[in-house]
């Protein structure tokens, strides 16, 4: 699945606030309303885990997967900050269960 980067407003230099936005349609095909948590293992091999049981991912207000290491990740790469309405895309691959792996388009 394609899923873009996202950032709450706040362009914090610790990472905080960042993220991957995931489309309605992922969300239903590829993720459990019964998982408490996911993992993603990023490009540079960093494993996080971000919270998927609220409220806010499942009623399609916040379908994002938020953890500080996806912005320390993007900060590393000059991948953030973006360009107002430009975030980059990246590719999120099911791995087993409730983990997945980020790749670079």
Known sequence: MIVKAWNNGEHK???AGYGVKLSVEDRD?????????????LPNG???EANVKKA???????IELIN????QWFID??????ESGKP????LTP???NAFVLSEI
């Open 29 to 41: 095909s590829f993720f459990d309303p019964e998982w408490e948590t996911v993992f993603v293992t």
């Open 77 to 82: 790469k000059n991948l953030a900050p973006w």
């Open 46 to 48: 960093v494993k996080l």
């Open 13 to 15: 230099a610790t990472g």
């Open 95 to 97: 791995d087993k269960n």
């Open 56 to 62: 806010s991912f499942w009623n399609n207000t916040c």
């Open 88 to 91: 980059p895309s990246f590719k």
């Open 68 to 71: 500080k290491k996806f912005g």
